[in-house]
């Protein structure tokens, strides 16, 4: 069977560290401040922020949901506007899904790299590729780290990304050149999928299907990271990693739910924390 690559200690442990960091910067007078602008009613979309909001104040850090009630695109740009402009705010997200005929690189853009802290403006994006400190996003570096955590070695290593979003499948396979492996990115397009798959000794999969990837993509012992989270049928989380069939070939495989999701949460309060302490 595939070792478990859990992320529920790592997360622990990350956040353990943030809320020294803010605990030290409250004491200075400084109270770390997150604003996570909403402009949707979906309701795992409200149950996914109220969740952040929960796990920072646990943390000490102040996390506010702005809810912005007509979304146009004008209506977000002057929320985001008003945030980047505000002192006492140290962080921003722009949290997806947007609305219709509304798209994230039109108002990305808005959010100043220093408050960036998942990774979403063209400026953190073009950071992160030449190699210049930015805030990564925090679901892709949750997959560097959770890596790191387990002791898996990437330097070298052929690392194959099954996905091409900006959001995961471009940065992380940049995260991955920078620690040192050989990426290649696949997609739809991809010919012979699953033959280009089993040639990565460690796969990162965020393609957003369900089951997607089964034992035919995964060589004998290769890492696998499920970057998914899908609701199967009966109401459950399911990944992108079809993870019964893929348990047995794997040499390990982080599990949906338990994996990447907990770290990256972890990872945004953390960004939020090192914003507020005036760094990336």
């Keep these: 069977m595939a070792e478990n690559l859990s992320g529920k200690a790592l997360a622990t442990a990350i956040r353990a560290d943030v809320a020294e960091r803010a605990a030290k910067l409250t004491a200075s007078g400084v109270t770390p401040a997150l604003a996570i602008v909403v402009a949707t009613d979906d309701d795992g979309t409200l149950w996914y922020v109220r969740s952040i909001v929960k796990a920072a104040e646990k ?10 009630e007509n979304p146009t695109v004008e209506a977000i740009a002057a929320t985001l506007t008003g945030l980047a402009a505000d002192d006492d705010t140290h962080g921003i997200i722009l949290q997806t899904p947007l609305p219709e005929g509304v798209s994230l690189t039109d108002l990305a853009h808005l959010i100043p790299a220093a408050k960036d802290i998942d990774g979403a403006s063209p400026v953190s994006a073009g950071n992160l590729v030449i190699g210049t400190p ?78 997607f990837v089964t034992a035919e993509h995964v060589a004998p012992g290769a890492v696998v990271i499920d970057v998914g989270t899908n609701t199967a049928a009966d109401g459950s989380l399911v990944g992108d990693v079809e993870a019964a069939s893929v348990d047995g070939v794997a040499g390990g495989l982080s599990p949906v739910p338990g994996g990447v999701g907990p770290v990256t949460t972890a990872l945004l309060l953390r960004h939020a924390v090192a914003a507020a302490e005036g760094g990336f």
Excluded: N
């Excluded at 943390?59 to 912005?68: K, N, Q």
């Excluded at 280009?196 to 957003?208: Q, S």
């Design 59 to 68: 943390v000490g850090v102040r996390a506010v949901i702005h809810t912005v």
């Design 134 to 211: 930015a805030f990564a996003p925090a679901t892709a570096e949750a997959c560097l780290e959770l890596l790191a955590h387990h002791g898996v070695p990437l330097s070298g290593k052929r690392a194959v990304v099954i996905g091409r979003s900006a959001v995961v499948g471009k940065p992380v396979a940049q995260l991955l050149l920078r620690a040192d492996a050989t990426v290649t990115v696949t997609h739809s397009r991809t010919v012979d999928l699953p033959a280009v798959a089993r040639t990565a000794e460690v796969l990162v999969v965020a393609i957003g299907r369900a089951d």
